[in-house]
């Protein structure tokens, strides 16, 4: 029905013109823009190059970068650099588009990628139109606004929670900046409202639980605000009230050096776009105590922690969700210590499916076993922990707990943290326990499985490709350097066998995953409980205040 509804509003005789002249909200990076010129184009961990090739001889060549590019957010990379070559490219691969698809034709037709796409088109639309006849202009506007009919008509079949909210702000953005467009305004206005009152809970969160798509969810908001504001609208309590609740828990998961904590297929969103969506909400609210979106959060001086503390999301919801419950993120000022792997999903199915697993994340793990597992059906989390305990005890520990491994072996997890003042120690201690009666029968069944060898578990440590580490004291401590020149060491209490392994960092914009390297205490439960402490801490020759004025290569986004 999307390709009837689109060939329908490809047919219709709709020419507008701007309201009044669109200012670019949205943010791009310059090396990508840089690199789009040049002939490379990267999308999804696919580098194709062709200096001569349009970006839509990509799309229809790769279908699996299609919807990537077909949203056209590309645009704002191509508008940072703002040269006349990036402006050639940007108005030939617009119009390209238009001669190829914009009757309603091929992909690229679904609601959310249309908001999308239309949003950029406003945003950047001066840039677009600059040096074109009136005949040119007039298809442009043309396009926009049989978009923008296809957005009124479709809008409703959008899956609830982001890709609803792009179609919903792409239809009242849109129908607030074209001439003729206005009576498209008012239903989607009464339609976001709704789902921000339904699918933005209490705590400012949402159900999918990614931290990125939150801060996607806070932009739209903005902009959406700013359009009826700036036509003199009223804008719908629900909608403001949503705004609020959002920015203290955006705040809540957000690390020293100004990233997002990278969980449930969500990344540490593009430099400067943060703070940039708080500036424009105009919301002050702090993170009240608690958990925000199921994450907890300690600081301490320069250190930030933040902690997977909730189950993940289950059935349609989790498509991109980990078995992460527990998992920790360390950040020491502007340099990440100890992080997830992230997202595997640019990287095709089997990073997907691997960065989804317990392993992926820094956290105690039984060797093998997930703590949430995937359906066979579809790639939908169906078996996650049904209890999690995060309990905060006088603002510098966390205790937290799930029983993901006790249907299986009968353990549950326990995990204490605890975050010094000035935030240059952290002491962690981790338990594998049988709680109650039927546990311990379900346990000695499955130490039976391994001839009473007892149950293989690792604590996994994954560190940041900056992070330099090295075995130190007789191999039974790590030193690891960050590029500011601190240095952090991790001890534990002898209980496990300490040991340097290989790992991942998954990044988008990034060819292929990038190699690292992880801590791992090994170890094997063959009691009722089982124990291991360790502690993180800044080494005594670090200074308390860092210059740290080391910066990343701006073009190195491809390796």
């Not at 989790?318 to 640019?346: D, F, K, N, Q, W």
């Not at 095709?348 to 793990?365: F, I, K, M, N, Y």
Request: hydrophobic share 40%; glycine share 10%; proline share 4%.
């Amino acid at each position: 029905m999307h390709r009837v509804h689109a060939r329908r509003a490809g047919r219709a005789d709709a020419a507008t013109a701007f309201v009044s002249a669109p200012e670019p909200r949205s943010i791009g990076v310059v090396a990508r823009g840089r690199q789009l010129i040049a002939g490379n184009f990267l999308f999804s961990g696919l580098l194709v190059e062709g200096p001569q090739l349009s970006i839509w001889d990509i799309a229809d060549q790769k279908p699996e970068v299609a919807d990537e590019i077909h949203g056209c957010t590309w645009l704002d990379d191509l508008a940072a650099v703002g040269d006349d070559r990036a402006r050639t490219k940007a108005q030939r691969w617009v119009f390209d588009w238009i001669t190829r698809y914009g009757k309603g034709k091929g992909p690229g037709w679904t609601p959310d990628l249309t908001g999308r796409r239309v949003i950029r088109w406003i945003n950047h639309g001066f840039f677009l139109l600059r040096n074109q006849d009136k005949a040119t202009a007039q298809t442009f506007f043309e396009s926009l606004a049989r978009q923008t009919l296809f957005l009124s008509r479709r809008w409703q079949t959008a899956a609830p929670g982001l890709p609803r909210f792009e179609a919903l702000a792409g239809t009242i953005y849109a129908g607030l900046s074209l001439e003729g467009m206005e009576d498209q305004v008012a239903r989607a206005v009464a339609a976001l409202a709704q789902d921000c009152a339904t699918q933005i809970d209490e705590e400012g969160g949402i159900v999918t639980r990614n931290p990125e798509e939150l801060l996607e969810v806070l932009t739209l908001l903005n902009w959406t605000i700013d359009a009826l504001r700036s036509t003199e609208r009223d804008v719908p309590p629900d909608i403001m009230r949503a705004l609020i609740r959002v920015v203290p828990t955006l705040r809540a998961l957000r690390h020293a050096d100004g990233s997002l904590a990278r969980f449930h297929g969500g990344g540490a969103g593009v430099e400067g776009r943060l703070e940039h969506a708080f500036a424009a909400s105009g919301v002050k609210d702090v993170p009240r105590k608690g958990l925000h979106m199921g994450f907890a959060r300690l600081t301490g001086g320069r250190t930030t922690l933040i902690i997977d503390a909730a189950a993940p999301p289950q059935g349609d919801a989790s498509g991109s969700a980990h078995a992460s419950t527990l998992g920790m993120e360390v950040t020491s000022g502007r340099r990440p210590l100890i992080v997830s792997c992230g997202s595997g999903e640019r990287f095709g199915d089997e990073w997907r499916r691997a960065s989804r697993a317990t392993p992926s994340h820094s956290l105690l793990g039984l060797d093998g076993v997930s703590s949430s597992h995937l359906g066979k059906a579809a790639d939908l989390l169906t078996e996650v922990p049904t209890i999690t305990r995060a309990n905060l005890v006088k603002d510098r520990t966390l205790e937290l707990s799930h029983n993901g491994y006790q249907p299986s072996h009968g353990l549950t997890y326990a995990r204490i943290l605890t975050l010094s003042v000035d935030g240059r120690m952290l002491e962690g201690e981790e338990l594998l326990t049988t709680l109650e009666g039927n546990d311990k029968s379900t346990f000695d069944r499955a130490l039976d499985q391994v001839a009473d060898a007892g149950l293989a578990f690792s604590v996994r440590f994954h560190l940041h490709p900056d992070v330099e580490p090295r075995l130190d004291m007789g191999d039974t401590a790590v030193s690891m350097t960050l590029k500011s020149g601190e240095v952090w060491v991790l001890r534990h209490d002898g209980v496990a066998d300490l040991a340097l392994a290989p790992s991942v960092y998954l990044q988008k914009g990034r060819l292929k995953p990038r190699a690292t390297q992880q801590v791992v205490l090994s170890g094997r439960a063959m009691s009722y409980a089982t124990r291991v402490r360790w502690s993180l801490a800044k080494a005594q020759d670090t200074p308390r205040a860092v210059r740290d004025l080391v910066q990343e290569d701006p073009m190195d986004v491809t390796y």
